[in-house]
Nanobody, 127 residues
Framework: QVQLVESGGGLVQAGGSLRLSCAVS????????MGWFRQASGKEREFVAG????????NYRDSVKGRFTISRLNAKNAVYLQMNSLKPEDTAVYYC????????????????????WGQGTQVTVSS
């Protein structure tokens, strides 16, 4: 059974940076497309960034383009989200998600497309 565990969340001032990590176990990681989602209090869970199983294709929601970077290291079964220039509106619980795919360039952006989820890590950005 695939397990995803996020880490790296915390409290940061506006303009600061955080790096989220997601450790994946129990599956063939290099066959999984991965994504990061977030859910602010009282709001729907939304797509933040996604990366293909090969790592060669990425996709971002418009509000984080140029500030966030998703990456993966297949040798360590891990995916990362580097978040720079953080804003108070980035405050949310951030979730790592994965889905097995044989299309190595495909990035998934819909919550319903992902089959495996972590428990989430809180990111709070103070103004």
């Amino acid at each position: 059974q695939v397990q995803l565990v996020e880490s790296g969340g915390g409290l940061v001032q506006a303009g600061g940076s955080l790096r989220l990590s997601c450790a994946v176990s129990g599956g063939t990681f290099y066959l999984y497309a991965m994504g990061w989602f977030r859910q602010a209090s009282g709001k729907e869970r939304e797509f933040v960034a996604g990366i293909s199983s090969s790592g060669g294709t990425t996709n971002y929601r418009d509000s984080v383009k140029g500030r966030f970077t998703i990456s993966r290291l297949n040798a360590k079964n891990a995916v990362y989200l580097q978040m720079n220039s953080l804003k108070p509106e980035d405050t949310a619980v951030y979730y790592c998600a994965g889905v097995r795919t044989f299309i190595n360039r495909q990035v998934f952006t819909s919550r319903d497309q992902y089959s495996n989820w972590g428990q989430g890590t809180q990111v709070t950005v103070s103004s």
